[in-house]
T-cell receptor, first 113, second 111 residues
């Protein structure tokens, strides 16, 4: 029973490039959540998606960040024109129904040079 | 969501029970108590959750006080692999589903 999968596990980008982080939820889960953990800080909620819909994006930075969860395929967190301050660990979680237990993936560590 | 208060750090001897407290004095009747842990820089790992009854699973036990204003996570026989940051989170079922992580308790298991 595969858990939440994220790839890549490590991503290095230069300032101004784009970063695409992918998250495949647990089998049967249709709710995906993205969290960010800056160095030496706690996890902060970014966005909550259900298939093809953004439910809550209250934690997303206003610019350069976007997320999608298409009908087919993984959820994508996209960061355009990355800056050094975007360097962080990005975690994805999934749940089977709204408000149910969230299970986390191993994370993607983004380093911006 | 209700806020939680946890001690910043605790030590526990290997093989002993680790008891991690959490205060959530403003918890609402429809909010669950969840516990997660994060080992080093790995993804948070779900441990256990409960509403008002005590709960036990293969990882831990959760004791919730009768007034629901505090709870204790118990790891019955701590091992070195239990060294982690433990987060106590209250979450409303069926409401806003985002998890709000505090600073947690850094538990160190001493050999």
């Amino acid at each position: 029973n595969a858990g939440v999968m994220q790839n890549p596990r490590h991503l290095v980008r230069r300032r101004g490039q784009e970063a695409r982080l992918r998250c495949s939820p647990m089998k049967g889960h249709s709710h995906v959540y993205w969290y960010r953990q800056l160095p030496e800080e706690g996890l902060k909620f970014m966005v909550y998606l259900q298939k093809e819909n953004i439910i809550d994006e209250s934690g997303m930075p206003k610019e350069r960040f976007s997320a999608e969860f298409p009908k087919e395929g993984p959820s994508i967190l996209r960061i355009q024109q990355v800056v050094r301050g975007d360097s962080a660990a990005y975690f994805c979680a999934s749940s089977g129904i709204a408000g149910d237990t969230q299970y986390f993936g191993p994370g993607t560590r983004l380093t911006v040079l | 969501d209700a806020k939680t208060t946890q001690p910043p750090s605790m030590d526990c001897a290997e093989g002993r029970a680790a008891n991690l407290p959490c205060n959530h004095s403003t918890i609402s009747g429809n909010e669950y108590v969840y516990w997660y842990r994060q080992i080093h820089s790995q993804g948070p790992q779900y441990i256990i959750h409960g509403l008002k009854n005590n709960e036990t699973n293969e990882m831990a036990s959760l004791i919730i006080t009768e007034d629901r204003k505090s709870s204790t996570l118990i790891l019955p026989h701590a091992t070195l692999r239990d060294t982690a940051v433990y987060y106590c989170i209250v979450q409303k079922m069926g409401g806003n589903e985002k998890l709000t992580f505090g600073t947690g308790t850094r538990l160190t298991i001493i050999p």
